[in-house]
């Protein structure tokens, strides 16, 4: 039996961005496949602990084998293979040593720092963002969280491209002001 919940339509994006290291990514699809899972395990194994333990450790293999998955459709027959063997194994008593979660996290610590401290960063600025006026506020979402071009935004807001800039740098200056003020407030 496959274990596979209900997609939509993002899972093979998810597959690929934990492909490259994504830890994300690949947070997302244990949280849409680990009930799944650890029903599986459950039904090949001895106890509810030992299939949580199966559980961890089929996630720890797939995650370092996912690179070599050269179809992102296939995750969930595949991801179902790894639990069924490994949930197969731990039941005849073979606990073969495993690389904990630990190290996998380890390896990607520097990207993981980085994507944290982005996040932050936007965080952050969004924050700033939200204090300003509103057709202040509309262009610096627009160009600054969602990756607009001034000229899409003018487009979009019926005002013409030198009115976006002016905004945009009037905005960028009363940001700057806002973000030092809120980085002084926290020292």
Request: charge should be neutral.
């Amino acid at each position: 039996m496959t274990v596979r919940p209900e997609s939509d339509g993002m899972e093979e994006e998810l597959v690929r961005r934990a492909q490259i290291g994504d830890l994300f990514a690949f947070d997302r699809l244990v949280q849409r496949y680990r009930k799944g899972c650890v029903w599986q395990a459950k039904q090949l194994t001895t106890s509810q602990e030992v299939a949580e333990d199966a559980v961890q450790e089929a996630f720890c293999s797939a995650y370092k084998a996912l690179p070599k998955l050269s179809n992102p459709a296939a995750f969930p027959a595949w991801l179902g293979a790894i639990v069924r063997n490994t949930a197969l194994r731990l039941a005849k008593g073979d606990s073969k040593s495993w690389s904990p979660i630990d190290s996998i996290i380890l390896a990607h610590a520097p990207s993981l720092q980085t994507e944290l401290e982005q996040r932050a960063e936007l965080s952050e600025i969004s924050e700033g963002i939200a204090e300003l006026d509103l057709d202040l506020k509309l262009s610096l979402e627009l160009y600054y969280l969602e990756g607009w071009s001034v000229k899409r935004i003018s487009g979009f807001t019926s005002l013409p491209e030198s009115t976006i800039k002016w905004r945009l740098h009037t905005g960028r200056r009363l940001l700057r002001l806002k973000l030092s003020h809120m980085m002084e407030d926290r020292k």
